[in-house]
Structure formats: structure tokens, C-alpha cells
């Protein structure tokens, strides 16, 4: 009986076959393409690199001003909160993910810079006679120790094994091996250096008065160059291949070549920028006396967008969004 029933299916088939092409059917007696169906919804339109960095929208500012202080001088991440330095003589430990003050924690007379080691947070205090670093932990915020340094601390950096200070009053650059505290080296960089950053083998200083960037080499203190830039740099950003410098008395940023200082673009912002951050695929810039934020194409400095804010002075990243300082109202805002 199965081979029966075997014969009686493919003949059902090959008659269901049949009717489909007697009623027109093309497709099963063609190779020809048929209409075009109905369009499917817009695609999101991100890229894998803003899917990755969870950038979902390209400026949202949260409802909540997050004020911390009386004047916020500097930013940084730890990988879970931003810590912010105020004017007031204190550091606040804000969590990135919602924005709740964790705590606050008194450290030196006017902190004006801070970076992170990996465990601890690092908070220069300006001091026109006498500057000093204190290294706080991320854990607890408990001063850890206090060093000496120079007079007039404006910006500090890590190179992952020692703290670099920018002495704005005594015009030199102070390496601090980050474990004790001892000064390695003091180096002679030019007038009044208030900008850092770290390409991974050198320092890159701003002087601010003698409208230069200088490249520093991070195993020995030796200057390896000195590239004059424009009026007043004031802020320092390295996004893998360029260091991008912030001229306040221009009202433009400038893009250098890493490895031997050429420039590559120079690009109008709002009046008075101060501070840069990069975000993987753009640089942020902060306006302070524009009252402005301008996002550039990290590719080609051309302008993305513009942003708005009461008196932008610092700037950080989060890993997914951008924090802004308000000189005005001390309140921090994520965009």
C-alpha cells in the first residue's frame, strides 16, 4: 500500500503544479524578475563604530544640570564616574551612567587639574608661590599623598608610569614617577605651559604665551620639537595619528602631524576655545567666551555641528558621551 500512497502524492503535486501556471503563476515558469515589492522602513543609520560607542543620538542634554562646585576646573573618567574639580577646594565623583553625585572630597587650595592613573586620581592645586599634586583614590577619594611641585600647576598627565606637570608661573615641566612621588626631571619648556597631552612616546606642551606647542620625549625630558601655532593654545588633544591644539586668542583649532608636527588643517570655531576632547570619530570643541560647543570631523576637521552652552570650559569623555563643564553656573552637563 505505501507505494500506492507514494503514487498518489506525486500525482497531487504534479497537478497543484499545473494549476499555479495555468492561473498565471510566472514564477514558477520564468526566470524573469518580478515586480518590486512594497519599500521596508528606514534603517537606523548608525555606523558600526556609533553602535559600538553606543552614540544613539548626536547631542541629547540631559534634563539635569549636575552642579558640583562654584567654578569646575577640570574633568576626568575612571572608567565608572567622572570626577570634576571645583574652584572651591574640592573634587566631586559623579557616576557617568545617571549622573549621582557618589561624593565630595576636599583636597588642596584651588585644584586646576586632575588625571588618571589606572587607581588613583591625580589633583594639581594652583599655587602662584608653591603648587602642589595630591593622589587620591578612585575607591574611597582619600588623599593618599601630597608632593611639592611648581609654582602655578596648570594641567597634568599620565605617560603609565609617571605623572607630568605643566607649570604655568615657573615655566617648566616636571615629571613625577607616580608610585612615590619622586620628581624623575624638571624641564625648561617655555612660558607659561598650561596645556598636555600624551601620544604614547612624547608630551606634547602648549605654552600659552609664547603661541607654540612643543613635543617633549616622555623616556628623557628632551625636546624634540618646537612648532609655533598661533595665538594663546590653551588646550591639547591626541586622537591616535594628530594632536589637535585649541588657540584661544584665534578662535581656530589646529591639526598637527604626530610624528613630525606638520600642519594639517586649521579650522575656525566660536570665540575663546579652550578645551578638546575626542570621541573616537570626532573632536569636541568648548568655546568658553562663545558660550558654544563645535563638533569636527576628526577625518577632515570639517564642522558636524554645533551645540549651544552657557560658558563651556571642560570637556571629558565617557566612553559613549561627552561632559561638559559650565564656568558660569558650575554645573556639569552630558551630551
Avoid at 200 to 226: C, F, L, M, P, T
Avoid at 230 to 236: D, E, R, V, Y
Avoid at 239 to 259: I, P, Q
Wanted: glycine share 12%; with cysteine; net charge negative.
Amino acid at each position: 500500500m505505501k507505494p500506492l500512497r507514494y503514487v498518489s502524492y506525486v500525482l497531487m503535486l504534479i497537478l497543484l503544479v499545473w494549476c499555479m501556471l495555468s492561473s498565471g503563476c510566472t514564477w514558477l515558469r520564468s526566470n524573469e524578475e518580478g515586480p518590486q515589492g512594497p519599500a521596508g522602513p528606514p534603517g537606523l543609520g548608525y555606523s558600526p563604530t556609533q553602535i559600538a560607542l553606543q552614540r544613539w543620538y548626536e547631542c541629547i542634554q540631559t534634563g539635569d544640570n549636575i552642579a558640583i562646585g562654584l567654578y569646575p576646573t577640570d574633568m576626568v573618567f575612571d572608567g565608572l564616574h567622572i570626577w570634576a574639580a571645583d574652584a572651591s577646594g574640592v573634587v566631586a565623583k559623579v557616576r557617568a551612567s545617571d549622573g549621582l553625585i557618589v561624593d565630595t572630597y576636599p583636597v588642596g587650595t584651588n585644584p586646576s587639574a586632575l588625571a588618571f592613573d589606572g587607581l588613583n586620581v591625580w589633583v594639581a592645586s594652583y599655587d602662584e608661590f608653591g603648587g602642589t599634586i595630591d593622589r587620591v583614590s578612585a575607591s574611597d577619594g582619600s588623599v593618599t599623598a601630597s608632593y611639592a611641585v611648581g609654582e602655578g600647576p596648570s594641567d597634568v598627565v599620565f605617560d603609565g608610569s609617571c605623572i607630568w606637570v605643566a607649570n604655568s608661573v615657573s615655566c617648566n615641566l616636571m615629571k613625577v614617577r607616580a608610585s612615590d612621588g619622586s620628581v624623575v626631571g624638571s624641564y625648561e619648556v617655555g612660558n607659561c605651559p598650561s596645556a598636555l597631552a600624551f601620544d604614547g612616546s612624547n608630551i606634547w606642551v602648549a605654552n600659552y604665551d609664547d603661541g607654540e606647542v612643543v613635543k617633549v620625549q616622555a623616556s628623557d625630558g628632551s625636546i624634540q620639537r618646537r612648532i609655533k601655532v598661533g595665538a594663546n593654545p590653551s588646550g591639547l588633544v591626541f586622537d591616535g595619528t594628530s594632536v589637535w591644539v585649541a588657540l584661544y586668542g584665534d578662535n581656530k583649532v589646529k591639526r598637527l602631524e604626530a610624528s613630525d608636527g606638520e600642519l594639517l588643517g586649521t579650522y575656525a570655531v566660536a570665540k575663546g576655545p579652550v578645551s578638546l576632547v575626542f570621541d573616537g570619530l570626532s573632536i569636541w570643541v568648548a568655546s568658553v567666551d562663545g558660550s558654544m560647543i563645535t563638533k569636527l570631523s576628526a577625518t577632515d576637521g570639517a564642522t558636524i555641528d554645533t551645540y549651544p552652552l552657557p560658558s563651556p570650559g571642560v570637556l571629558a569623555f565617557d566612553g559613549a558621551y561627552v561632559w561638559v563643564a559650565s564656568m558660569d553656573d558650575g554645573a556639569l552637563r552630558k551630551l
